[in-house]
């Protein structure tokens, strides 16, 4: 157990870090007598009683931390069972997200490709173009519309009664945000688009 308590430390205090919390242990201090110690051996033997997988433990520590942005004492929330809940319930919200986002646009990309070139076109004069109408069917997904390099390009082309029946761009560049600054939905996107990913502004600068 004292492996895992200091495991769960090392990830408590680089969820920590990465939220831009300051935290540290004295110099000659031992760290098995400190209140975080007994914090994370709590906090491990919760998560085994749970039986929660070592990757969603370490998860959690982060959206805890974001839970808790506003508290000073953000450790002692480890051992609040309402508060590790509610966290373990918004963190599967998320990873619920990101997998369907992924899933939605490996299947808006396999609806593109043979149709690449009907995009702008219209079943008949007055109606709109095939990306409008097969967006709005549920074919051509937001996360493909904010990720694909030839749907962007089409999107600039289209007219502008036409292109304000799609997602405005405020939207778009939200969520093209949050999947390519999302360090394990990244590679995903990339794997699935290849070569027509977009490519962020901050990567061109």
């Known amino acids: 157990m004292e492996e895992k308590t200091q495991m769960a430390l090392d990830w408590y205090a680089a969820a920590l870090a990465r ?43 982060d959206e805890v931390i974001i839970f808790s942005a506003r508290k000073r004492s953000k450790s002692t929330l480890l051992m609040n069972d309402k508060v590790l809940q509610k966290c373990l319930s918004s963190l599967g919200e998320k990873m619920r997200i990101k997998s369907e986002a992924v899933r939605l646009l490996k299947e808006s990309k396999d609806f593109f490709e ?15 173009p095939n990306l409008v109408m097969w967006h709005r069917a549920g074919s051509i997904s937001l996360p493909f519309l904010a990720l694909s390099k030839r749907c962007n390009r089409l999107m600039k082309e289209m007219l502008p009664e036409d292109r304000r029946h799609l997602p405005n761009i405020e939207r778009i560049n939200a969520l093209r ?29």
């Open 19 to 61: 939220n831009r919390v300051s935290f540290s242990i004295p110099k000659h201090t031992d760290v098995r007598k400190t209140y975080v110690w007994r914090t994370m051996l709590k906090f491990v033997q919760k998560m085994e009683e749970w039986r929660v997988s070592e990757e969603i433990s370490k998860r959690l520590l």
């Open 114 to 128: 043979p149709r690449a070139s009907e995009m702008l076109l219209r079943e008949r004069e007055g109606a709109w």
């Open 177 to 205: 945000i949050q999947c390519l600054m999302d360090k394990e939905v990244e590679p995903l996107c990339a794997k699935i688009l290849g070569a027509d990913l977009v490519t962020p502004q901050w990567r061109t600068q």
